[in-house]
């Protein structure tokens, strides 16, 4: 009888573990994680690194690309392209043409064996040509991948196989933006949200099915770099689209544009997703081209401040984070800094996490929230363990986890959004994806 109990309490135990396991573990299916908002919500992760640093659960081949992974349902989507022919040192000027293929791998979450693989033919006419872009957008049994000369391919997660594709270029005569096409793919409900360029195609929303066209709205020389952002305020929603002339307002269901506030960035860099605050909504890009703005108003909204070369933020590919009352984002040397949102007055800056103690040109770090942490993945291939108030940054540990093999203005760096899901990390460079082990002891 004793052991009859020992043996229940200790299934019981194993249960109940087991059940908080799944109720707090979460997917990444999608560029900024499952809700674009850069918030990883898992418990039971590590507060600081062991001395040694962390375990790597495992490694796995992949080949050039900036898209970070995607994290779904036991699996891990990478994105890469492998070049045959030409030559891809990095100029931000030229455009590199090159032979090769662009390719999805799938991969075990727990093992990091490779499932399947995707490719197909792809010449490269881009700066900066190391590969795509867009990181893959995962919808239950589909992933969606955007290439970087605008091939949208719709696959079949459990094998592979193709289901539709759409050539932006072919079907919307479309023109590749010189640092190609690179705005994540959206999904809300049974709708795929894209931005393709083009006379009245910037915008394109597509069922996610069978990718047949369901509206068309908006005009721009090219599709620039945002990816679309959907937002609600003042209860409706709307779809937020940066071109590199203007920011748009449109209602996601037919297109229709609801207002656009002029916002033009130097060398048409709209890269950085709009990030909304309550009823404000901040986008900004290179040089000091900033603009928080109050959408109670239907149209057109108020702007409330503008960026200058003392207010407000200028990032070039971070992503900006909202918590409370508070912007947390990295200016375009690699200033990360905290702002006031209401004003956009400075509250302090630093580049620790970005550079160490220097300003380089497009220094990048992304920030993903965890509860009251925030976990700072840098271009130099560090994971920083750090608290971020409006007071100051406080880094509180720190590891290097992944080789830089990008280069940028003479100096190596990773700029590969990282993902985080089953309590681990997941990032890449041009060679590897790697598995880092999260999980507090």
């Not at 898209?67 to 699996?75: E, K, L, M, V, W």
């Not at 293929?101 to 499932?115: A, K, N, P, S, V």
């Not at 080789?403 to 089953?422: C, E, I, L, Q, Y």
């Amino acid at each position: 009888m004793l052991l009859h109990r020992l043996l229940l309490a200790a299934l019981l135990a194993g249960f109940v573990s087991a059940s908080h396991s799944a109720v707090f573990a979460e997917d990444w299916p999608q560029w900024q994680g499952p809700r674009r908002t850069g918030e990883w919500t898992e418990t039971g992760v590590i507060e600081r690194f062991a001395p040694g640093g962390p375990k790597f659960r495992w490694r796995a081949k992949v080949a050039g690309g900036y898209s970070g992974p995607s994290i779904a349902d036991g699996r891990v989507f990478v994105s890469d392209y492998v070049r045959t022919q030409g030559d891809a040192a990095p100029s931000p000027d030229r455009r590199n043409v090159l032979q090769g293929e662009e390719r999805l791998q799938c991969f075990d979450l727990r093992t990091g064996e490779r499932l399947w693989d995707y490719a197909y033919p792809q010449r490269y006419e881009i700066s900066y040509p190391a590969g795509p872009r867009a990181t893959p957008t995962v919808d239950g049994d589909r992933v969606y991948m955007l290439g970087a000369e605008g091939r949208l391919t719709c696959l079949d997660v459990r094998d592979g196989t193709e289901v539709w594709n759409i050539d932006f270029k072919r079907k919307y005569n479309a023109a590749t933006p010189i640092w190609g096409f690179c705005a994540h793919p959206l999904i809300v409900g049974d709708r795929l949200y894209v931005t393709a360029g083009g006379d009245g195609t910037t915008a394109l929303c597509l069922n996610k099915t069978n990718g047949e066209e369901i509206w068309r709205s908006l005009t721009a020389k090219d599709a620039g770099y945002c990816p679309p952002t959907m937002i609600e305020t003042s209860g409706r929603r709307e779809l937020l689209i940066w071109t590199p002339e203007s920011l748009n307002g449109l209602n996601p269901e037919d297109g229709a544009v609801h207002w656009s506030v002029p916002l033009e960035p130097n060398y048409g860099m709209s890269i950085v997703a709009p990030v909304q605050s309550g009823d404000r909504v901040f986008a900004g890009g290179i040089v000091n081209v900033g603009v928080m703005l109050d959408l109670r108003a239907e149209a057109p909204p108020e702007v409330l401040w503008k960026s200058t070369p003392t207010v407000g933020l200028g990032p070039v590919h971070s992503p900006v984070l909202v918590v409370g009352e508070h912007l947390y984002g990295v200016d375009r040397e690699g200033e990360l800094m905290c702002l006031e949102a209401a004003t956009g007055r400075r509250l302090w800056q630093t580049y620790a996490a970005t550079t160490g103690d220097r300003r380089a040109g497009s220094a990048t770090a992304f920030l993903t929230r965890n509860g009251d942490r925030f976990y700072i993945f840098n271009e130099q291939g560090d994971l920083i363990i750090a608290r971020l108030t409006p007071e100051k940054y406080e880094e509180l540990s720190r590891a290097h986890v992944l080789k830089p093999t990008h280069d940028a203005f003479g100096r190596t760096v990773v700029w590969s959004a990282p993902a985080f899901a089953n309590r681990c990390l997941f990032v890449r460079n041009d060679e590897e994806v790697v598995c880092v082990d999260l999980a507090a002891p």
